[in-house]
């Protein structure tokens, strides 16, 4: 299994970071979990190849996860010779297929009709779904907005846990726990803490009682830099940390 951190950013424009997306691959799964603002063309910067994507899983519905998607797909039609004909399946909490809607009929019909299969399909919480291979995708909720999903991925033995946007939650630090890695969010300082997102110690006990075997921080608020992350997490987890950037990957 391998992690991309293709945006690493929040809403907040940055010089380095673009806004939260993150691919996936196992066996012949390609997997994009969010879809940010700037990830497309951030993919095409890096070398990662965005036309063989073959799922992607939304966690919520702020701009700064979903704003790329229909460029994406947009990309995917007249993007490329030839257009693209595999099929893709894009994966969000309830509503998704809703919000694909709507999308719809802002920028046209072919959103949902690109030229291509393309299946939308809402996850409810706790849900597991059967990807191609021995790969697996499963959903729990978590304190962000109404629809917020944290995201599991696992292929045989291994799992990665994408926090997605949240504030503390030790359901999800149950629900993940003994996880290969934690990709979480690390969005603020103590200073600036507020219950919607994750300070760097608050992640530190998340990963601390998920007992993750690695953790990989994501989602920076330009202030949250300005701290010392890692001795900041490392006050409650003392297993292996990394403050991913953009085209950060593990092999694991």
């Known amino acids: 299994m ?13 010089p380095s970071r673009v806004a939260s ?30 036309s063989d994507i073959t799922h992607v899983a939304l966690t919520h519905f702020h701009a700064d996860h979903i704003a790329d998607l229909p460029l994406l797909i947009m990309g995917w039609r007249w993007g490329q010779l030839p257009p693209r004909s595999a099929p893709v399946t894009i994966y ?22 690109p030229g291509f299969p393309l299946t939308v399909r809402d996850m409810s919480p706790d849900e597991v779904i059967r990807l191609p291979g021995d ?5 729990c909720a978590v304190p962000h907005t109404a629809e917020s ?8 033995t291994r799992r990665l846990v994408y926090t997605g946007d949240t504030g503390v939650s030790e359901s999800l630090g149950a629900w993940a726990r003994d996880c290969d890695l934690l990709l979480a969010e690390c969005s603020l ?20 009682q998920a007992a993750a075997r690695r953790l990989v ?3 920076f608020y330009p202030p949250v830099e300005a701290v010392n992350i890692a001795a900041e997490v490392a006050e409650h987890y003392s297993g292996p940390t990394v403050c991913a950037t953009d085209g950060w990957f593990i092999d694991f």
């Open 135 to 139: 790969v697996s995708l499963h959903a």
């Open 92 to 113: 969000g909490p309830l509503g998704t297929g809703a919000l694909l809607e709507r999308m719809a009929a802002v920028y046209g019909g072919w959103l949902l009709a």
């Open 21 to 50: 997306a993150h691919l996936v691959e196992a066996g012949e799964v390609r997997l994009l979990l969010d879809c940010g603002s700037g990830a497309v063309h951030r993919m095409a910067n890096l070398g990662v190849a965005w």
């Open 189 to 208: 300082p103590d200073t600036m803490a507020i219950r919607e997102h994750l300070t760097p110690r608050q992640v530190g006990a998340l990963a601390a």
């Open 217 to 219: 921080l994501t989602h």
């Open 149 to 156: 999903v944290a995201y599991s991925v696992s292929e045989g």
């Open 2 to 14: 391998r992690l991309t951190t293709i945006g690493t950013g929040t809403a907040a424009p940055h």
